[in-house]
């Protein structure tokens, strides 16, 4: 299994700029969830979907993010317009309900910088 | 609010020790996380603690949970170098509930 898929891995945009970051979840995995980690504020918990539904969204931020999951395999999360502020490593973790764990694995982030 | 408190939030340690890291956190729990995470990369699981009780070991590396005084531990033994990363527990409020509250995270470092 490829594990967790997130692309770009780095980001550098400017202030004012849309920026969209993708997902891949692990195939059959029923939750997707969407993480964003900083050196002040830890590690937060932002969404995240279940069979493609927003669940909980009351982490994002402010309505500058959005996120999607049009379908299993495929979720986006987008921030217009970025700001300095919301530099950060986004994660995307997903977790199958079909076992006992429901363990979340992470994929390797996407680091943005918003100049 | 859900407070998950990790102690002590840096840790500097010599190969060979052993020592422990704690997870308080502030209401009933039914599962608890422990991650690992090295410098630049992603989340890594290590363990899954499922009930009051449950003791759970990898290595050098062992877990344990008690639900009633909200706490979790994670003891190292012996440690050596390659264990030196941050290390995060994350709690899950209920079964129903898939959302996991993270602790602040314990950076460990093993010196030689």
């Known amino acids: 299994d490829a594990g967790v898929i997130q692309s770009p891995r780095h980001e550098v945009t400017e202030m004012g700029q849309e920026v969209t970051l993708r997902c891949k979840p692990i195939s059959g995995h029923d939750y997707l969830f969407w993480y964003r980690q900083t050196m002040m504020r830890g590690l937060e918990l932002l969404i995240y979907f279940n069979n493609n539904v927003p669940i909980d969204d009351s982490g994002m931020p402010e309505d500058r993010f959005s996120a999607k999951m049009p379908n299993a395999s495929f979720s986006t999360l987008k921030i217009q317009p970025s700001e300095p502020r919301d530099s950060a490593v986004y994660f995307c973790a997903s977790s199958s309900r079909r076992g006992t764990t429901d363990t979340q694995y992470f994929g390797p982030g996407t680091r943005l910088t918003v100049l | 609010e859900l407070k998950v408190e990790q102690n002590p939030l840096f840790l500097s340690m010599q190969e060979g020790k052993n020592y422990t890291i704690y997870c308080n956190y502030s209401t009933t729990s039914d599962r608890l996380y422990w991650y690992r995470q090295d410098p630049g990369k992603s989340l890594e699981s290590l363990f899954v603690l499922l009930s009051n009780g449950a003791v759970k070991q990898e290595g050098r590396l062992m877990a344990s949970l008690d639900t009633k005084a909200r706490l979790s531990t994670l003891h190292i033994t012996a440690a050596v170098h390659d264990l030196s990363a941050t290390y995060f527990c994350?709690?899950?409020?209920?079964?129903?509930?898939?959302?996991?509250?993270f602790g602040t995270g314990t950076r460990l470092t093993i010196i030689p």
């Open positions: 994350a709690v899950d409020v209920s079964r129903g509930n898939e959302k996991l509250t």
